[in-house]
């Protein structure tokens, strides 16, 4: 994916966390590993959103969804006003419920040919590195873990003010991912398993990807 391609992306999904209405609301977004690093092409863009859960209920809408759509839990699991203007991009889990990741997913990333992957998940991306970490090593996962060299975009409604100036210009640097895994406790030989590992993984994955995770 040309890089800035991929940052035009990044900065649309921004943009749409800032001002649009979402399935569910978002706290943070991300983008860690290959475009982070600078790299030009990218293999794939990985895109991390923080989602916060939603304080209020809808039972008409759920009730009224399940009967038209065959989804549940629209009002309860997504937004019931988002999932009125946006009833083309409801999606739902194997056990027929609205699936918030998958309905951010269609919603931030139109284009499902695109290498992107998004994850979603309700910590934020250095508490999840940290938990995906200690559970793939302890299930010796390690295809699992998060890539822990991110970059902070968005937070607590506010745009980071030079955050993607600096993507766009290649000026964060970072440790080799094996460098990176050893600074969260591991050691040498098992860091170096587990970026063999991450790396097959993710040279599995074709076009848009998601993955919903809860801590």
């Known amino acids: 994916m040309d890089r800035d391609a991929a940052l035009d992306r990044v900065a649309a ?91 951010l997913a269609a919603h931030l990333l139109p284009d499902d040919d695109e290498p992107v992957h998004l994850e979603v998940c309700n910590a934020s991306f250095e508490d999840n590195v940290t938990q995906r970490l200690k559970g793939a090593v302890e299930r010796e996962a390690y ?13 607590d409604g506010q745009r980071s003010s030079d955050a993607m100036s600096k993507l766009r210009n290649g000026e964060f640097a970072f440790p080799t991912l094996s460098g990176a895994l050893e600074m969260l406790g591991l050691e040498g030989d098992e860091a170096e398993t587990a970026v063999e590992a991450m790396r097959a993984y993710r040279a599995e994955q074709t076009g848009t990807s998601v993955r919903g995770d809860v801590v």
Do not use: M
């Open 13 to 103: 999904v921004v943009d749409a966390v800032e001002s649009e209405t979402l399935p569910v609301p978002v706290r943070e977004v991300w983008v860690y590993g290959d475009v982070a690093l600078g790299l030009d092409p990218l293999d794939r863009l990985d895109v991390y959103v923080t989602k916060d859960i939603l304080l209020r209920g809808d039972p008409d809408a759920a009730e009224a969804f399940e009967r038209s759509h065959g989804v549940k839990g629209v009002g309860k699991s997504v937004r019931a006003e988002w999932a009125r203007e946006h009833p083309d991009l409801l999606r739902a889990n194997a056990n027929g419920y609205a699936a918030p990741e998958k309905c």
């Open 143 to 155: 295809e699992q873990i998060l890539d822990p060299r991110g970059v902070c975009l968005y937070a």
